[in-house]
């Protein structure tokens, strides 16, 4: 159980165009799913808190415009790269938070690399 | 707020050797603590874990990690190393009220035959 799928695995588009990507928990429900970008070599950077039904919640110095988020069901969120830059060329990974009694875990996707031309 | 520090960058061991890979935390309280392990282009995958109770933690593919709240610290070793342990580790703290996870910035492991 706990398996978080995200499509496209992989993708490529020119410059000035939008991406979405896709994080679906398959088997649990999710309120709360979470956005990180992975640099290469580098640690993950936790972007945004997406949250079911309402809107997501940003860290700190990511463009809310440019990273459109939104969490319709408690079983998918989106993350839309918006007029996209060779420069947000970056490695993807969504989690969800599967809810119940204790501490509630992280499941993480296997990654979506976008590379923009 | 809670940071995580991997002071090795880059570690290379001999296949069937032994493994420790440091992790010091910072956190007001005490942490939730994760070992969590990334193939080449690929998500991550949870070795372990630490909420409470034995600071020594068994996990997946014969890892363990201890807690020792003296030090902030959460290693986690390997008796035995195979070549297919060869991959990017990361330790992460969590918060206990948001649930927000931050990550060290990994430690690249080499396997040598």
């Known amino acids: 159980g706990a398996v978080v799928s995200q499509h496209p695995s992989r993708v490529i588009c020119k410059s000035g165009t939008s991406v979405k990507i896709e994080c679906r928990s398959l088997?649990?429900?999710?309120?709360?799913m979470f956005w990180y970008r992975q640099f290469p070599k580098k640690s993950l950077m936790l972007m945004a808190t997406s949250n079911e039904g309402s809107k997501a919640t940003y860290e700190q110095g990511v463009e809310k415009d440019k990273f459109l988020i939104n969490h319709a069901s408690l079983t998918l969120s989106t993350l839309t790269v918006t007029s996209a830059h060779p420069e947000d060329s970056s490695f993807y990974i969504c989690?969800?938070?599967?809810?119940?009694?204790?501490?509630?875990?992280?499941?993480f996707g296997p990654g979506t690399r976008l590379t923009v031309l | 707020a809670q940071s995580v520090t991997q002071p090795d960058i880059h570690i290379t061991v001999s296949e069937g050797a032994s493994l420790e890979l440091r992790c010091n935390y910072s956190?007001?309280?005490?942490?939730?603590l994760f070992w969590y392990v990334q193939s080449p282009g690929q998500g991550l995958q949870l070795l372990l874990k630490?909420?409470?109770?034995?600071?020594l933690v068994q996990g997946i593919k014969g890892f363990e990690a201890e807690f020792k709240r003296s030090q902030s610290s959460f290693n986690l070793r390997k008796p035995s190393v195979h070549w297919s342990d060869a991959a990017e580790y990361f330790c992460a703290v969590g918060a206990r009220n948001d649930y927000k996870l931050s990550f060290g910035a990994g430690t690249t492991v080499t396997v040598r035959a």
């Open positions: 956190y007001g309280a005490t942490p939730y």
């Open positions: 088997d649990f429900q999710a309120t709360t």
């Open positions: 989690s969800a938070r599967r809810e119940g009694r204790g501490y509630n875990e992280q499941f």
């Open positions: 630490y909420f409470s109770g034995d600071t």
